[in-house]
């Protein structure tokens, strides 16, 4: 009952959909007890295949919406980009077929045998009883399949003709978002971490940490004595624990950390039932990132806008040149 009463919201908020101009109205047709929504060139999408994508995020959509309106606004909207993924789907298969290409039989086959063996541990039975639920067969699901493969790889194409990016771009892009590139005060840091047990009191442990602490203090590598002493995953890498930015550690070692110098070692720190002595390998100050140091990450944000670009005007033209209509 509740499935069914879901399911009337939203062919109600589908018609408001149209109410509201977020797809073209046309003249109303039915197939079946089905509405269409859209045509595709002489592909038909039905009001309940959309409905199908959407009711599995409507709880989702409702848990983040703050008010009955805001609900059906963002239920609208997803319906809409359904819609036109669909639509988009559709296109972009043409297309590919259009040139003369296609997906190795084989590649399909180990693709649905990976997906079975992932999803349903290898079991035949189990996937069947899950497409019985959608209303789909096999057949139509290893299509569903071919299509997704078909779409992947046409987008990966279009991203692929982007042209090397400039140093000249780079720059520019750097110096019109400089604060995206600030970074607050870091450290990278190696621990000895000595835990209390059933065997192994905080009173022994404190006395062994003062031990540690003397034999660093003679010159002993503090990589060494943390790979002899220290009980945590980073002991066998020497008590190396990477970079940390002010703020991620504890409150208590945060503070001691960002108050050494480089190569100081903090004195034996107690939470809880553990002890905690740190030293500082390296240090970065707080400001904004140099060129050479996000240089990538920039290649890469303008790389994938320009790649989404140029994606973006060629489905636009796929549009214009298929028969796509709409319908209320």
């Known amino acids: 009952m509740k499935l069914k009463i879901t399911l009337l919201v939203l062919v109600a908020m589908t018609g408001s ?32 295949e959309v409905m199908k994508e959407v009711e599995p995020f409507i709880p989702q959509i409702k848990a983040g919406a703050r008010s009955d309106f805001e609900f059906t606004h963002r239920v609208n909207a997803y319906i809409r980009e359904i819609v036109q993924n669909m639509v988009d789907r559709e296109l972009i298969v043409k297309e590919f077929r259009a040139k003369g290409m296609s997906i190795p039989q084989s ?31 096999i057949k139509q699901f290893r299509a ?9 790889y046409m987008q990966n194409q279009k991203r ?40 192994v009191s905080l009173e022994d442990n404190k006395k062994l940490a003062k031990e540690i602490i003397e034999r660093l203090a003679k010159g002993e590598s503090f990589a060494e004595l943390a790979r002899r002493f220290s009980k945590d995953d980073s002991s066998a890498k020497g008590g190396d624990w990477g970079w940390y930015k002010k703020g991620e550690l504890n409150p208590i070692l945060d503070k001691q950390i960002f108050a050494l110098d480089v190569g100081k070692v903090t004195e034996p720190t107690v939470i809880g039932d553990m002890i ?27 790389v994938d806008q320009n790649a989404k670009a140029i994606y973006q005007k060629w489905l636009e033209g796929l549009r214009r040149n298929a028969y796509v209509k709409y319908y209320e």
Not at 19 to 47: F, H, Q, Y
Not at 114 to 130: M, S, T, V, W, Y
Not at 276 to 302: C, H, M, N, P, Y
Request: aromatic content about 8%; proline content about 2%.
């Open 17 to 48: 959909l149209f109410a509201n101009g977020l797809l073209r109205p046309s003249t109303k047709r039915v197939l079946g007890n089905n509405n269409i929504i859209a045509v595709v060139e002489d592909r038909v999408i039905t009001r309940a």
């Open 144 to 152: 569903d399949q071919e299509k997704d493969i078909i779409v992947g």
């Open 107 to 137: 590649y399909l086959d180990t693709h649905f045998d990976d997906h079975l063996a992932k999803e349903f541990n290898g079991d035949r039975a189990e996937l069947i009883k899950f497409l019985q639920a959608q209303g789909k067969t």
């Open 160 to 199: 692929q003709s982007v042209s090397e990016i400039s140093p000249a771009k780079i720059k520019e892009y750097y110096e019109a978002n400089k604060q995206k590139w600030y970074s607050p005060a870091s450290a990278k840091i190696s621990l000895i971490t000595l835990k209390s047990s059933m065997y």
């Open 276 to 302: 905690f002595i740190l030293k500082v390998e390296e240090k970065k100050a707080e400001g904004i990132q140099s060129i050479d140091d996000v240089r990538e990450q920039i290649e890469w944000t303008i």
